[in-house]
């Protein structure tokens, strides 16, 4: 009987994240404070969050431990099980063997649990009793209601207004796990109310959910803000998933020649390769590829410059590839990947060549989700698409090659939550959706202005 | 460290099905021809079932070999892990050892691919190239689509109108891996055109839908029908699950002193129940409890009498415990246990005191439901909670008692697809539902006219 999953016992666990810092060719560059273009100091940062995640956001330590208690909370899906692709290899055709590392077996059925566990752990050692935090579509809001749930603090989640009223299951979902989530633009922050002055019924946005949130969390007792993708500490714990891919390869006698993940702010995509690229800068031979939205194509087109977080520009700048701070990308269903900028750790591997990026637009991602749906059984996330378009294409290329290429990709959400747009494409209701030519061209005119990272 | 998750590796996945008929002390009395009341015989079914299932309702084997290519199938998320819960057993600060049987993880969700899996192949290898069902909810719809799919046969689901409205993500499930999904009444069938006639805009009921899809079966090229519980087969092929949960449970040298399931048709319960009830049978102390919802009391209220496994009068008579086919319970949002009988083998049990039956009234089950999400993170299907607030009561008992009693319950889905009911429970908008003692005292005068098993 051939071996359809790799699993890996509980104690087998790893125990310690890795830190690329420690390996970087060229260190990332520091974040500047906006006012001043000089680099920010971790106490500027200490009223948004708490000191022990800013310490480890400036870490270059290679290896840092893993709490026990973290560990725990960890064990309820992790490891996770890493599938062989069988029956799609076999509907390609294909001599590649293709890997997925299912991170949907989590309770909020993506990866993004494993950062919200750690960052509710180290805001609680710190004594505080409350987060805040913005969410978009709702996955990071869902994932940090359920790991605040798990320490006993109190979490409050400003999602996006058009989000919040065209999916309320995530808003219940968060509910169910005990965490509070209004509309945003809300009447409970300066922000918000200064937002809804001007329109009672604003759609809301990303930069002003932000913005309530970092308000919420600098006005209040015993309050700090998280983020979930992006910074250093959050891909720091995202490793997790990398280094135990790497285990249960190795149980199998595999290295994959192809590593490929979705990437939006970087923080999936960052867990699975991180290790690997760690394994490539001491001298392995491996293609690591992010994939991204056509339509918000920040690592492909966009330039390396520095650039607001966020879009209200209350952010430190970061050194990062980006399509500018107010950039409003397509209103795709991959709602994890319509971020303007990009993590500055992979940001800098990708300046370095250590990695590389393609885009697909919303239909190749559609129809390739659907091919896995069909052949594999598990209904992806419209952002895991975007990584299994990917390896698709390289397992087509690699039967045009006749190459017995090994594929692992980071499968790094279910779709069960996003079958309306499921529907909306096998119904041919579905739009295309990438950047034309001219409008990226206009957006790089704009973006020259920024500054430059060294 | 403590083991959270009792894996089982995929070599050491069950090679055979249990099949209890061969232990009953009292064998199950035959279904009956409804127009002579005499036993029906096997090419009766011939028209509706496969002859290989039709083999295996009627198999007294106590082993029955599953297929290689059914095997390779479950091997998509079988063995499933089974879990210890210690932040539930915390919670309660009990003594006793909550373990679960995580049957969430398969791709659709529930336990209710594993007898899709193992139907749609026997029809295959019967030389059946379409499979005509009905369904409630959509789970056994979902289930069923997603095994068609798998062996490469066509898929029509007849979907109660109310439902197909009202859960509108459980038909793009469906559609997702390919199957037609029609809302019942349908203008494809006589049955669904002469409700239509009565009625264009009829709600529909499960009795409706099952008329519908056996007449699609019976009157359709290459067709046969398939149903996702009750029958001996079905809770055959669901055996799995108590097969690996004792090599699981033995892996760490515990044995269960109570096992719980939710009962609606009864194969989720038998499954994971069956294999230790063998045990019972052969003098191992274990206590085994079957839960079912305080609104639809079939195996606490019900009378053990003949009666139709429809509304619509079309299939034989089965020997059951049943509240009479003309019941219509209470739309509690556990639409998996809204069934009027129970299962022959299930029922047979209950009368030879090899198993015994609790009822929990719909709030009773949330508050347990939201208690697991809160405490181990994964969300409950309505139905799951129904075991859930067994389990706590039976912690709680052992508390009292202070003995270290270990119990083992089937989680049988999750319920990601059904936070609306959570919602609802927790604005206080759910209603309870219980029947009330004289509507009991009405239904079983009523059912005193129906035959009983001998």
Request: charged share 20%.
């Amino acid at each position: 009987m051939n071996k359809k999953k790799i699993t890996l016992p509980d104690n087998e666990i790893p125990r310690q994240w890795y830190n690329i810092q420690a390996d970087l060719p060229n260190p990332i560059p520091p974040p500047l404070n906006p006012a001043t273009n000089t680099p920010i100091s971790p106490d500027m940062l200490s009223a948004v969050f708490p000191m022990n995640l800013i310490e480890q956001e400036l870490s270059t330590e290679r290896w840092i431990d893993i709490p026990e208690a973290v560990l725990e909370k960890l064990l309820m899906w992790r490891p996770t099980p890493l599938y062989r692709a069988y029956a799609l290899e076999k509907a390609l055709d294909t001599p590649a063997r293709i890997y997925f590392k299912n991170e949907g077996v989590s309770p909020a059925g993506s990866h993004k649990p494993n950062t919200a566990i750690a960052q509710a752990y180290f805001n609680k050692v710190f004594g505080i009793k409350r987060i805040a935090t913005e969410t978009g579509a709702g996955q990071w809001g869902s994932a940090l209601s359920f790991a605040c749930n798990q320490f006993g603090l109190q979490c409050k989640v400003y999602m996006v207004r058009i989000s919040y009223n065209q999916k309320p299951y995530r808003k219940m979902l968060m509910e169910t796990w005990g965490a509070q989530c209004v509309p945003s633009p809300s009447p409970d922050t300066n922000a918000g109310r200064k937002f809804l002055a001007e329109n009672p019924e604003h759609p809301g946005s990303l930069g002003i959910s932000i913005s309530e949130a970092i308000e919420d969390a600098v006005t209040s007792k015993d309050t700090r803000y998280s983020l979930g993708s992006v910074l250093n500490h959050v891909i720091l714990h995202q490793t997790i998933i990398g280094l135990e891919a790497q285990k249960q390869m190795a149980s199998i006698n595999e290295y994959p020649d192809i590593i490929i993940g979705c990437a939006g702010g970087g923080s999936n995509f960052s867990g699975l390769a991180l290790p690997f690229v760690r394994d490539k800068i001491n001298g392995k031979k491996v293609k690591v590829i992010a994939v991204e939205p056509a339509s918000c194509p920040t690592l492909t087109k966009g330039p390396y410059i520095y650039d607001f977080g966020d879009t209200a520009e209350t952010t430190p700048l970061l050194a990062m590839h980006s399509l500018g701070h107010a950039f409003v990308p397509a209103p795709i269903h991959a709602g994890g990947l319509r971020y303007h900028g990009m993590a500055p750790i992979v940001s800098r591997l990708l300046v370095d060549g250590l990695i590389e990026a393609k885009a697909y637009t919303q239909l190749q991602t559609f129809a390739a989700g659907v091919t896995f749906a069909r052949t594999e059984g598990f209904v992806p996330a419209p952002e895991t698409n975007h990584a299994i378009a990917c390896a698709i294409e390289e397992a087509k290329k690699a039967k045009e090659e006749g190459k017995e290429k090994v594929i692992l990709l980071n499968w790094s959400g279910h779709g069960i939550m996003d079958l309306a747009a499921y529907d909306a494409y096998l119904s041919g209701k579905l739009e295309d959706s990438a950047m034309g030519d001219d409008e990226i061209q206009k957006l790089l005119q704009d973006l020259s202005k920024y500054p430059k990272p060294k």
